[in-house]
């Protein structure tokens, strides 16, 4: 039976991971909270891994934010990621480990890169201004991958995953991304019988949304793969892996699935003096097809279930 430790296991794709592996069984998963564990401690991280004998390794911790977070905190943001990625992925070496994912994010491609995405286009022009000090973060963690494979001949892999949802969210009114902040306007607007709702932008810009649960499905397939299999379609550095659907929708129509999921029964308006955005951000997720898997959860199902979730925890939700 193989021991496990997942990083950033009450996050929501580190909680998500945990579920998948639990149904699939036949591991020992191994868990710290940040009491227990400071992944920005050397010596701490060093002290953990030495003791454990842990056989893979999946590295979800990481400092995240919105916009705001990351444009008053940007050196919080780069600092606290580089330091635990190297904490983690150096330690395991240390200590043995052969197998370990990092899980990064689609920021790390150009803020004009071609759509849809695809895994060559890292390094191909400038990063988002906004969250540039986090995406120069996740592209360390690729490059540290990479460069532990090529000097030391061990397996550790990457995958990139498109805007994910799900359960365990940030349901922040202010702080959280587009799916829950979305998902908690609409419920509060129902709750008060509201008429309408009103949403940033024109509604046109499109975006690809990705279940957690189906991000965690994707995660536990990459790293279990073999190494054969994985290099097929691969190179040494360049050997990140997208994760989404390879579909998009506008903002117009998740707000319409979104009023439909959640119930509202007003009108959706939107408010074209708020700014758009980028008109598009899609990943070209060819390579993980290739390799043999694909998403199957719908965005009206996930969203589905994702309220579901929501209502359960409405009350912890409130005080947030």
Known sequence: MKKVFVAGHRGMVGSAIIRRLNQLGDVEIITRTRQELDLTDQHAVKKFFQNENIDQVYLAAAKVGGIHANNTYPAEFIYQNLIMECNVIHQAFAAGVKELLFLGSSCIYPKLAKQPMKETELLSGYLESTNEPYAVAKIAGIKLCESYNRQYGVDYRSVMPTNLYGENDNFHPENSHVIPAMMRRFHEA???GDKQVVVWGSGTPMREFLHVDDMAAASVYVMNLAVARY??????????INVGTGVDCTIRELAETMSKVVGFRGN????????????RKLMDVSRIKKLGWESSISLERGLSSTYEWFLANAEQLRSV
Request: proline letters at 8%.
């Open 190 to 192: 129902k709750i008060r």
């Open 268 to 279: 959706i308006n939107f408010d074209t003096t708020k700014p758009d955005g980028t008109p």
């Open 231 to 240: 290099s097929e379609h691969t190179q040494s550095m360049m050997s990140h």
